[in-house]
């Protein structure tokens, strides 16, 4: 990946902040080249697995920080937060899709929406991966190749199963259809946008804007406001083009990657239970939950910064390993909930109750810290529940990193506290 950031850099991209100006500056054939090269580049890369491990996942595009539920950079680059903490926490690899891949679906680029919507998909695309970077280097995360060579004889095999994935589509859209369309809503506002109400977790999709107004809901304008009815939802096909074939391509694909590995699918959408349920008949809402049910149940997590997680973790290696096999015992012990409250009250009632003991620990063995240190521990704390909020990881100071050096060392911890299965948690927590 490597030759990706080179690239950038050879058209002057080093920076998050410098995309959008760069970018909007090229002429749209310059802007068609930099994408293509983008998505060629990304396609000669090939994932390397530790194939013993079973800390290697598969992301979903919403969760990879794709156009779908919001193609708005700010939102795609929030979307990636809980997958880059998950990374870096957790996981071995996590394979993401290119999301460079639409250049070879992309549109003549026509009209002025079409080409704006162009130029914004590809500064959201580039700005993505330069926020993941950190991750994309240690190979944390990895970018699943859209293309592959492929003999004769497996060419008519894979065209024979592509064949039968539309019918497929259609069968599970003629099954779930009618009960989702009792459960989401879907709403024709002012705007002409098409509003979608999800009470459930079915679909991340919150609003549906047209570039061009489909014919087939011109004559419900004079109605709007409009709440389509359940026949009309099934008959315009909204479950199906909005709900369902977004989270059954994201599976595909998921499969397609993952052929000549074991990946655990990782998931924020309760849609692609369903399907996989109806596929083959498997319970695997336990996978999808564990974003859901282990970060979100560890809130000092939230808004850490990516580039700390990564360095706590190699500077306390021997201390994670504890921790990682702690979780897996947790794992194995919640194998067989089923829904995503109860992984979580397992997990807070395992993990929750460690985590306050090393805080006792702490506390109670100040004497190992000196005065200065103290007071670099409190401001660590401070620091880092700020920090990403309000100036962005990049502007931590550097008095902030020494605290990792100081922190690090073993004769400033109590034994007892390094020794917890869960001292790893505490660090996240503390700097």
């Known amino acids: 990946m490597q030759e990706f950031f080179d690239y950038l850099n050879k058209i002057g991209i080093k920076d998050p902040s410098e995309v959008e100006r760069i970018i909007f500056k090229l002429p749209k054939n310059k802007c068609i080249d930099v994408s293509k090269n983008c998505c060629n580049i990304i396609n000669l890369n090939k994932p390397v697995f530790d194939l013993t491990s079973v800390f290697n996942f598969s992301a979903n595009t919403s969760l990879s920080g794709g156009v779908i539920p919001c193609c708005c950079v700010e939102c795609r680059v929030r979307n990636i937060y809980n997958l880059s903490a998950f990374a870096a926490l957790y996981s071995d690899t996590i394979l993401i899709p290119n999301l460079f891949d639409h250049y070879h679906h992309m549109s003549d680029l026509k009209s002025k929406e079409q080409e704006f919507s162009f130029y914004n998909r590809l500064i959201g695309d580039i700005i993505v991966f330069l926020n993941l970077k950190p991750l994309i280097e240690i190979g944390r995360i990895q970018i699943g190749p859209t293309v592959s060579s492929i003999c004769k004889d497996c060419l008519s095999k894979a065209l024979e ?6 019918e497929r589509l259609d069968l599970i859209d003629k099954d779930l259809c009618s009960d989702l369309s009792k459960e989401i809503k879907f709403i024709l506002d ?12 079915y679909t991340d999709v919150e609003v549906f804007r047209f570039h061009t107004f489909p014919d087939n809901l011109k004559r419900y304008i004079r109605k709007i406001p409009y709440v389509f009815n359940n026949k009309e939802i099934q008959e315009l096909g909204f479950i199906k083009d909005i709900v369902i074939r977004p989270a059954f391509y994201d599976l595909i694909m998921q499969k397609y990657s993952s052929r000549t590995c074991d990946l655990h699918y990782l998931t924020n959408r309760k849609i692609d239970s369903k399907i996989i349920n109806h596929i083959n008949s498997e319970k695997s809402s336990y996978n999808n939950n564990i974003i859901e049910g282990l970060v979100h149940s560890l809130p000092f997590l939230i808004g850490a910064d990516i580039k700390k997680i990564i360095k706590v973790r190699e500077e306390e290696g021997s201390a994670f390993e504890v921790y990682r096999n702690s979780i897996k015992e947790v794992i194995k012990e919640t194998e067989n909930l089923d829904d995503e409250k109860s992984f979580k009250k397992a997990i807070n009632d395992i993990v929750v109750p460690e985590i306050a003991k090393i805080e006792q620990i702490i506390d109670a063995n100040k004497k190992y810290f000196q005065s200065k240190m103290l007071s670099k521990v409190i401001f660590s704390s401070i620091l880092i529940a700020i920090g990403p909020n309000l100036m962005g990881s990049f502007l931590v100071p550097f008095a902030a990193r020494d605290i990792f050096k100081d922190l690090s060392s073993k004769l400033t911890i109590p034994i007892e ?9 505490w660090k996240i927590k503390h700097g």
């Open 161 to 166: 199963e592509e064949k039968g994935l539309d």
């Open 417 to 425: 506290a390094r020794n917890n299965s869960h001292y790893f948690l």
């Open 190 to 201: 002012e705007k002409k946008a098409l509003v979608i109400q999800d009470n459930k977790g």
